[in-house]
């Protein structure tokens, strides 16, 4: 009995060991992603930087039944997209109760970027103070000399404190409208008001709110913060500091009262494109796809990107990231996540190629596909 049990217990192991050993050399959507070590990949609402020869991914560690941060933020390496290595946590939640990433708090949708004149990397995240739900809305940043961390978190804050937007008019600015003169939400002049900046304006003095967000460096190195604002209602973009710490408080609405989430942005032949999410919580709902030729606008809304049956909810999935396929021309990674919020840990990645019609981006379900995909 004790032999067969040891028996058992060593074929396992030899099971599961060929089970992590085993090298990938496709895109699975929607199916288990595993690491090195055979687990599920635990980097939810991430991003991607490139950085010496492999892809590093950073998002969310999941629990089994909370979508809170107990752990932080995680980081994977990859030289083929297929196989990821787990290089462990790049930034942890803190065990002081004072610190604004104590345990329990809501880190969400970090993205790393490198700085090549401080030779930092820099990282940010939407942060949620513990036990306050959804209402701090603050972006934060962290910090780190090496890619995998550990990332020293620096502060948290709504941006852009006593700027207003710059495509924001006089007449909005002087404009008087203010929530408080709204019984109902969702009606003609409600929403008129909100695109008027009824929001930006009563947030002016304590800076915009920022929900999900993404960030994006252009080819001169200048780098962007592209978040949900004014209480998820409008996009705004906003320009970083040159040691990417800050914001200079030079910034845009985009698609004001357009309700939209879950930014991601890439560039392609000068063109930026940048697929969004409506607001649904964590269920899916159709994607959005913006454009413009100059990132300060203006930006231009198109039919949704994806299509096909399961389309109009993206696949069941919520768009997180853009990354472009290193050595290969003009191709671009579509980056989703399909929430479990009942068991979070357990939320599955829709990565799928970004194909292109009549000069759009377009998504198309694929059960699995390889990097060749962008030969054809
Ligand atoms: C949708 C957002 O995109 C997610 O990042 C998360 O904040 C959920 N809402 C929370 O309901």
Sequence with gaps: MKNSKLLFAGIFCLLSLSISAQKLNAIYPGAILPDDTGIHVNAHGGGILYHDGKYYLFGEHKGEKSSAAFVGVTCYSSEDFYNWINEGVALSVSDDPKSDIVSGSVIERPKVIYNEKTKKFVMYFHLELKDHGYEAARVAIAVSDNITGPYKYLKSYRPNAGYYPLNMTDVQKNATAKLSDF??????????ATIDGMFTRRDLAGGQMSRDMTLYVDDDGKAYHIYSSEENLTLQL???????????GKYIR??????????????????????????????????????????????????????????????NSQSTFIQPVIGKKEAFIFMADRWTPKHPIDARYIWLPIQFENGLPVLKWLDKWDLSIFEN
């Design 254 to 315: 985009i698609a004001p009262a357009g309700h939209n989430e879950a930014p991601a942005i890439f560039k392609k032949d000068g063109t930026y494109f940048m697929i969004t999410s409506g607001c649904t919580g964590w269920a899916p709902n159709a994607a959005r796809l913006f454009s413009a030729d100059n990132i300060w606008g203006p930006w231009t809304e198109h039919p949704n990107p994806a299509v096909g049956e399961g389309a109009d909810l993206t696949f």
């Design 183 to 192: 019984k109902d939400w969702w009606t003609p002049e409600w929403r008129q």
């Design 238 to 248: 906003a320009e970083l500091s040159d040691d990417y710490l800050s914001h200079t």
